[in-house]
């Protein structure tokens, strides 16, 4: 007897109303795409839970695809079984000789939806635990601290013993909320605010600027592979590049040196609308942090925002760089980001940058000339590609998520 199927918790789904079966939609659609190699898996979705029928599919790798799936706040490898206490005994005694070591302990976790089964909770500790300390040598109850934990979930159509809880992504099923275009460097923070933002149920398109020669095909190569690291939270991402040279050389060329930070990112933003417009975003996401340096400050970003209405988010708005950082280890960007090739950023940082840009001086100096045309170009020039959580699969349909 081997774990037929996966039960998983919704989480903060659970607190969902009448909006519930969207979600439950959505994440049901996300996990078919993230385990979409094993053939045989089966999805069943019910109010309060969902279950992966594995139908022989190794149950290890699909753990490990389920572990990156955001709107799952825990999951357990699970045995289903008749109604009855002869079959959850021996589901029960199954699992334990798997897991057992000499000297572990164990407690029974009953719960019980159908009110209606012949054994309260009690019963079922006591009847299933009696069961496996006649049956396993060397072994002993401990209710506060076990060595295994045994889960026995009565339901109204089955019985279900698993020996082991995963905890899930939390949040909610990415595109469950919508679509943002991530402004991607290739700094620490930005994938960061990316993988935040899919945990709240947002789906990502990633806008990161290219400036040739100033910025090396290596540069570039990193940002997409930190799109990779992000893909396998949502399985695909599409990343506009897009040709930022002609519009930063025209910037040192035209505006004062000390904004030309404010207005490099203002062209950026304005692009970044652009495209948002044409591919139907409904934000526009950044990987600002407040005051880390020039260009985030609250009079930088006053100026800054002035080129657009879109709601702009900021995931790490209040957070330290260490505890960025934190979550840059976690998700496994962090070792990229610290690849030693700058981006367009970076290059043309001025030595003394305005940390409380006027924004009507700036107006003043833009006006000056006519941006359009240069941003109409990049835009038109802008090359899009798709990345997948699988390295040799660069074609995947993203669209598939939104």
């Not at 790798?61 to 045995?79: D, E, M, N, R, T």
């Not at 159908?114 to 500790?125: A, Q, R, V």
């Amino acid at each position: 007897m081997n774990y037929d199927r996966i039960l998983i918790r919704y989480g903060e789904m659970s607190l969902k109303g009448r909006n519930r079966k969207h979600f439950v939609q959505k994440l049901k659609k996300n996990i078919k795409f993230i385990l979409r190699e094993f053939k045989n898996i089966r999805i069943e979705s019910e109010w309060d839970r969902m279950y992966v029928q594995l139908n022989g599919e190794p149950v290890e790798p699909v753990i490990h695809g389920l572990k990156k799936v955001f709107g799952i706040q825990s999951f357990s490898p699970a045995i289903k079984t008749e109604k009855n206490i002869d079959a959850i005994r021996e589901a029960a005694l199954h699992i334990v000789n798997q897991a057992h070591q000499p000297g572990n302990t164990f407690k029974i976790s009953a719960r019980r939806s159908d009110k209606s089964f012949e054994y309260d909770t009690n019963g079922l500790n006591h009847a299933v635990g009696a069961h496996i300390l006649i049956n396993v040598d060397d072994i002993k109850v401990d209710v506060k601290n076990p060595d295994i934990n045994l889960i026995v979930e009565v339901r109204h159509d089955a019985v279900y013993v698993s020996g082991e809880v995963f905890q899930g992504a939390g949040g909610f099923p990415v595109a469950s909320s919508g679509k943002a275009m991530l402004m991607l460097s290739g700094g620490i923070d930005s994938p960061v605010a990316g993988f935040l933002t899919m945990k709240r149920g947002v789906g990502i398109e990633a806008v990161h600027f290219h400036s040739p020669p100033f910025t090396s095909e290596r540069a570039k190569q990193k940002v997409i592979d930190l799109a990779h690291k992000l893909a396998e939270y949502s399985g695909s991402v599409k990343i506009h590049i897009v040709p930022f040279t002609k519009i930063q050389e025209t910037i040192h060329k035209e505006i004062p040196e000390g904004y030309t930070m404010t207005s490099t990112r203002r062209m950026m933003l304005r692009i970044t609308e652009e495209l948002r417009q044409k591919h139907e975003g409904l934000a526009i996401v950044t990987g600002e942090s407040l005051g880390q340096v020039a260009s985030q400050t609250m009079d930088s970003m006053y100026a800054i925002n002035n080129v657009t209405n879109t709601p702009i988010l900021r995931p790490l708005i209040t957070m330290d760089k260490i505890d960025i950082i934190k979550i840059a280890e976690e998700i496994d960007t962090l070792e990229i980001s610290n690849r030693p090739y700058e981006d367009c950023c970076t290059i043309f940082t001025p030595p003394s940058p305005k940390t409380r840009p006027r924004l009507e001086k700036v107006m003043a100096f833009e006006e000056k000339l006519d941006w359009q045309p240069l941003l109409s170009e990049a835009i038109e020039n802008t090359e899009t590609i798709i990345v997948s959580e699988r390295r040799n699969q660069q074609e995947t349909d993203v669209e598939d998520l939104f």
